[in-house]
């Protein structure tokens, strides 16, 4: 059995690593969701290649999303200042494999930077003839993902989102709210998750840990990063809660705006993206 199995929580496609327990988990009123896959790391993974290199790749050599390890730094220093909290109330979900785990944890150790847990979809599986097109369809590993935190944390947490606009994550982080909230029947969730070409099995376990929710919306704000240059326009659809963003600056600013964020952490992520990442002060 490989080592990662031993340490983690599996529930199909769906990976957990803890790196704190469950007992902390429950006591933090409000939780950081990011995304690993271009919106912290600049890693392409929604191809074949773009898989395998990511999986050879060295930790010293992934690279971030400008300004993104100076932005979450900055968060966890802003409620440490405020509240005393020592513990920065972060998870990532990303659609890499397990299997990258340990290297992925380096990095974000190398960055200074400790989650209370990371999701990983166990993509491996999916490399053979009849299966490919699961590589790149993360739908319903995501909502299941969300679903299961869900579960591990207190029935009143509000959450923050971050996902970018290459894998329909403002759809994804939308559709999670309805349905912690309850906003559409459950013929309605079928139908929209196969719509979205989420497996039947997958549709199942997604209703079964609905059923298990507390009834209330948590999501508190989306960050979608525009990886892919999709039409900002795009993003009105989904109301003001969800926010399409160019760069990691404009997050800041907005985090500042609503009190997430210290005034002295907006200024570090300038500095690092106008001396690290090649931006223009104009820019």
Known sequence: MADWQTRAEIDGDVVFFSYRGKELEKRMSNVFVWDLDKTYLDTKIDSLNGLLQAILE???????????????????????????EEIFPLYF??????????????????????????????NLKNLKPGRFWRLTKQVG???????QLRMRLADDVRQILWGDDSESDAIIYNLYSDICSRRRSTSELREILEALFVHKEQVDRILELQSELPDNDPVERIYINLAT???????????????????????????????????????????????????????
């Not at 659809?237 to 907006?266: I, P």
Request: net charge neutral; charged share 25%.
């Open 58 to 84: 060295r930790a010293g050599k992934k690279r971030n999303v400008a300004g993104t390890d100076t932005l979450l730094r900055g968060l966890a220093w802003t409620i440490y200042q405020k509240k005393a």
């Open 93 to 122: 979900i990303t659609a890499s494999p397990p299997q990258m785990e340990d290297r992925i944890f380096s990095k974000l150790k190398y960055d200074e930077i400790t989650p209370l847990g990371a999701f990983y979809k166990d």
């Open 229 to 283: 240059d999709t039409d900002l326009d795009y993003y009105f659809k989904f109301g003001r809660r969800t926010l399409a963003t160019s760069n990691t600056f404009e997050v800041a600013l907005d985090l500042f705006q609503t009190s997430c964020l210290a005034l002295e952490a907006v200024y570090a992520v300038t500095e690092d993206m106008i001396s690290n990442y090649g931006f223009s002060p104009e820019e």
């Open 141 to 147: 590993y995501k909502i299941q993902a969300l679903l």
